[in-house]
Nanobody, 124 residues
Framework: QVPLVESGGGLVQTGDSLRLSCAASGRTFSSGAMAWFRQAPGKEREFVATISWSGVSTYYADSVKGRFTISRDNAKNTVSLQMNSLKLEDTAVYYC?????????????????WGQGTQVTVSS
């Protein structure tokens, strides 16, 4: 198991920004794609954003496109999710995920490693 540790969650108001970070062990992180998923209470886990190993390719869920930005720093073994213009519906537990494939992907079953999640709560 590759430990993935998320941080940066919290309670914010609508329109605020928040930056999530995910720290991973070096060997596997540097070779695979990474992604963020989220799960709201009573809902299925859903894809948020993904980034390829090189960082060149990124993809976003339509619901966050233009507001969220995923990035990675392979030298520091971290992946981040900058979340701007937060909405009530962004409230969820956010999970960092990694996989062996270098290609970015949005299917959660294709990810090999998961963090424990960090809570993001957006209030009005």
């Amino acid at each position: 198991q590759v430990p993935l540790v998320e941080s940066g969650g919290g309670l914010v108001q609508t329109g605020d920004s928040l930056r999530l970070s995910c720290a991973a062990s070096g060997r596997t992180f540097s070779s695979g794609a990474m992604a963020w998923f989220r799960q709201a209470p009573g809902k299925e886990r859903e894809f948020v954003a993904t980034i390829s190993w090189s960082g060149v390719s990124t993809y976003y869920a339509d619901s966050v496109k233009g507001r969220f930005t995923i990035s990675r720093d392979n030298a520091k073994n971290t992946v981040s999710l900058q979340m701007n213009s937060l909405k009530l519906e962004d409230t969820a537990v956010y999970y960092c995920a990694g996989r062996r494939s270098r290609v970015a992907g949005w299917v959660d079953d294709e990810y090999d490693y998961w963090g424990q999640g960090t809570q993001v709560t957006v209030s009005s």
